[in-house]
């Protein structure tokens, strides 16, 4: 790291308060249990006896201390790009030449959603791979998620591009590097290779971009019609969690906000329904995981701004999407694109469907795994990651 390169960055450490942990551990004692009837399991949200056994055991056995010690583990930094505060893992390769790459993380999570994939990634030869294959590892936190700063004026989604590109450009100072994502994430490295073609070399995702699902085409073929009509279904049992974040955040995040159990209930129940795991969530996921991505909401107080993506592509304005529709005109399709199916997540668009809006090269329908592929299946992403950027070094 070059002297100019560290006068821009502070590190950072994750040192939450001995207050909040004492106030938190409070309010698990004082739960005011709502009084619900027997027999609709997890098809009415999370189920009201596993979450009582999840809070016991938070109130009980977690250890915060223990994993906010495994997360500075870690190498954490905080810089200010533009005028944002934003935090992010840095880590070098362990390689002849690591390659820089940007993973960037979706909702209802954090830079968390790649712990298991960094070290993969950044030393490659202790988990099967090459030490050719290397890579520097970026993973921010989205800005108004974890310990990133919360931007108080709305449209932040739209400019997170800008910033990744300049984090990584001007105060990391990698000429090219190469990007990853998911959910959200996707959404950001779209527009990032979009908007920064010089400067990414490639990018790869686990989903397509949700927001082309209001660019309907009239020359659907089957299989886009078989998956239009998946996700319309999909949205009927599953996507009421998005209208409201989308409508009328600002009801619901005072009170998850104000309530570790209301956001654990928020929260986990995702992990369940999006997940692989067959209705058995601690199949994919322990207690520890789940509370260590809850934790970082909890005491971030990061759950109201997270649900302000939602918000702001609902209610962006006539301009806004003028100039996203010539940004996209301008630079769609010229950055190579891989795509990494994962069976379980949430949506299973067709390969026709991503290739209206990418230069796919390649398509890896992979046989396990879910929304979080980074948590649920990270050796299996790492390979992807590592076969497809491979071309990309020279």
Excluded at 84 to 104: A, D, Q, S, W
Excluded at 129 to 158: E, H, M, N, R, W
Aim: charged residues 25%; aromatic residues 14%; negative net charge.
């Amino acid at each position: 790291m070059d002297k100019n390169m560290n006068a821009k960055l502070n590190s950072f450490r994750i040192a939450i308060s001995d207050e909040v942990i004492a106030d938190l551990h409070l309010r698990l004692a004082h739960v005011r249990w709502p009084t619900l009837p027997h027999g609709a399991g997890w098809k009415a949200g999370t189920e009201p006896e596993y979450l009582r056994q999840f809070v016991d055991y938070w109130q009980r056995s977690y250890d915060w201390r223990a994993h906010e010690a495994r997360l500075n583990g870690f190498m954490h930094f905080k810089a200010t790009v533009d005028d944002i505060g934003v935090h992010f893992i840095y880590e070098r390769g362990k390689g002849p030449n690591p390659m820089p790459i940007i993973l960037t993380h979706g909702y209802p999570d954090s830079f968390c959603r790649f712990l298991k994939l960094i070290p993969m990634l950044t030393d490659p030869a202790s988990y099967g791979g090459q030490p050719q294959d290397a890579f520097d590892v970026i993973v921010p936190d989205l800005p108004g998620y974890g310990f990133s700063d919360k931007p108080q004026t709305l449209g932040t989604i739209f400019r997170v591009h800008d910033l990744w590109a300049q984090l990584m450009t001007e105060i990391l100072g990698y000429n090219k590097f190469v990007a990853h994502g998911g959910d959200w994430g996707s959404t950001v490295t779209e527009q990032l290779a979009r908007s920064h073609p010089d400067a990414v070399l490639a990018i790869h995702l686990t989903d397509v971009p949700f927001g082309h699902l209001f660019q309907k085409p009239d020359d659907l073929s089957s299989e886009e019609k078989r998956f239009m009509k998946e996700n319309e279904e999909w949205m009927q049992k599953e996507g009421a969690y998005a209208l409201i974040q989308s409508t009328k955040p600002n009801s619901l995040s005072p009170g998850l906000n104000d309530s570790p159990v209301g956001l654990a209930a928020w929260m986990i129940e995702k992990f369940r329904s999006w997940s692989d795991c067959d209705g058995k969530l601690e199949s994919r996921f322990t207690k520890d995981e789940l509370l260590t991505h809850v934790m970082v909401y909890w005491t971030t107080q990061s759950i109201a701004r997270s649900f302000l993506p939602y918000f702001e592509y609902a209610n962006a304005s006539a301009l806004t999407w003028i100039k996203e529709s010539i940004k996209n005109w301008i630079g769609q399709c010229k950055v190579p694109a891989a795509f990494a199916r994962f069976p379980k997540d949430i949506s299973s668009p067709p390969r026709e469907w991503a290739a209206r809006f990418f230069d796919v090269q390649r398509w890896a329908e992979m046989p396990r795994g879910g929304h979080f592929a980074a948590m649920e299946e990270p050796q299996l992403l790492a390979e992807d990651l590592r076969t497809w950027f491979r071309q990309f070094r020279n």
